[in-house]
């Protein structure tokens, strides 16, 4: 499974930003599709998680802010930030575990997202 994450950049405080992943290679090993992210100096951290039937769970930090959706025809999921903060500055990555062995993990190279005025 190859996961290609789209859609970092530069976004001022209050700002939009919407990120894909699409996934490719042998889908039918992954459900749940997952972005991260880390920040300078911090742990990575799950921010959004989606399943294949579409129920979704958010970090704390991004709810209400933030929403994952995915497209399953088109093996691609999106996250859309809404009133970004700086505190939300971060590689984003997307994350996808094998249903088989679990304990192997999938992911996208990261992609960028400043926040800042």
């Known amino acids: 499974v190859q996961l290609q994450a789209f859609g970092g950049g530069l976004v001022q405080p209050g700002g939009s930003l919407r990120l894909s992943c699409e996934a490719s290679?042998?889908?039918?090993?992954?459900?749940?599709m997952n972005w991260y992210r880390q920040a300078p100096g911090k742990q990575r951290e799950l921010v959004a998680m989606?399943?294949?039937?579409?129920?979704?769970n958010y970090a704390d930090s991004v709810k209400v802010r933030f929403t994952i959706s995915r497209d399953n025809a088109k093996n691609t999921v999106d996250l859309r930030m809404d009133s970004l903060k700086p505190e939300d500055t971060a590689v984003y990555y997307c994350?996808?575990?094998?249903?088989?062995?679990?304990?192997?993990?999938?992911w996208g190279e990261g992609t960028l997202v400043t926040v800042s005025s």
């Open positions: 989606i399943r294949r039937d579409g129920t979704s």
């Open positions: 994350n996808a575990p094998d249903i088989i062995t679990p304990w192997r993990n999938y």
């Open positions: 290679g042998n889908i039918g090993r992954i459900n749940v």
